[in-house]
Structure formats: structure tokens, C-alpha cells
Nanobody
Framework: VQLQASGGGLVQAGGSLRLSCVVS????????VGWFRQAPGTEREFVAA??????TTYYADSVKGRFTISNAKNTVYLQMNSLKPEDTAVYYC???????????????????WGKGTLVTVSS
């Protein structure tokens, strides 16, 4: 499984960005794709995830109401609105072979990782 993230960049606080993650190499029948982020000097943390069927979504409390995860064909999107400086981080796309909230909202629950894309929010 390969995951290719893109869409990062520099944006002012209050602005929006949309990240994309193209998943290739395998078709999921029951799995989850998610986004994690890592700011300098911090641990990687969960942001959002969606079941490959598109029926179930999960969000970190810090992004609820501002970020929306969705998918279409082999691409998962993360629409980020009302961005804050504290959203600055490298964002990683990851996939899990299971659909389980407890599992997929933790780094250890993800089986496949893509390279990150940098999001910088200026104040």
C-alpha cells in the first residue's frame, strides 16, 4: 500500500487548505484512512480518520467543527478551515487494516504511512 499526501503550504490564520491523500496498491474492503500531524518538538497526534466505505468519521477534539475528512475513489481529503497557528505541523496520511475507533485514532493502529506534507499557519 502506498499513500501520497499533498496540498500543504503557507496560509494565514483563519484561512483554509485542503490536503489530499492518494491511496494505491490495494483496494480496501474494510479499513480506515486517517491523518496525523506532528509539530516540531512534539509527538505525532491523531487528527481525523474515515472508514474506507465513507460511513464513519472520527475527529480529534482540537479540530472538530473546523476540519472535515472525506473520500472519493482512491483519494482521502482533509478540508481544513479556520486554521490557527497551532495547526502548524507536518501532516501525515496513514491507513489501517481495521475499522475500530480505539485502534485507528492511535499511531500504533496504523499499518501504512505516507510521507508528510507541511502546513504552516502564520498569525
Amino acid at each position: 500500500v502506498q499513500l501520497q499526501a499533498s496540498g500543504g503550504g503557507l496560509v494565514q490564520a483563519g484561512g483554509s487548505l485542503r490536503l489530499s491523500c492518494v491511496v494505491s496498491g490495494r483496494t480496501f474492503s474494510s479499513a480506515t484512512v486517517g491523518w496525523f500531524r506532528q509539530a516540531p518538538g512534539t509527538e505525532r497526534e491523531f487528527v481525523a480518520a474515515i472508514s474506507w466505505s465513507g460511513g464513519t468519521t472520527y475527529y480529534a477534539d482540537s479540530v472538530k467543527g473546523r476540519f472535515t475528512i472525506s473520500n472519493a475513489k482512491n483519494t482521502v481529503y482533509l478540508q481544513m478551515n479556520s486554521l490557527k497557528p497551532e495547526d502548524t505541523a507536518v501532516y501525515y496520511c496513514a491507513a489501517s487494516d481495521v475499522e475500530n475507533k480505539v485502534v485507528v485514532t492511535h499511531i500504533g493502529g496504523m499499518n501504512y504511512w505516507g510521507k508528510g506534507t507541511l502546513v504552516t499557519v502564520s498569525s
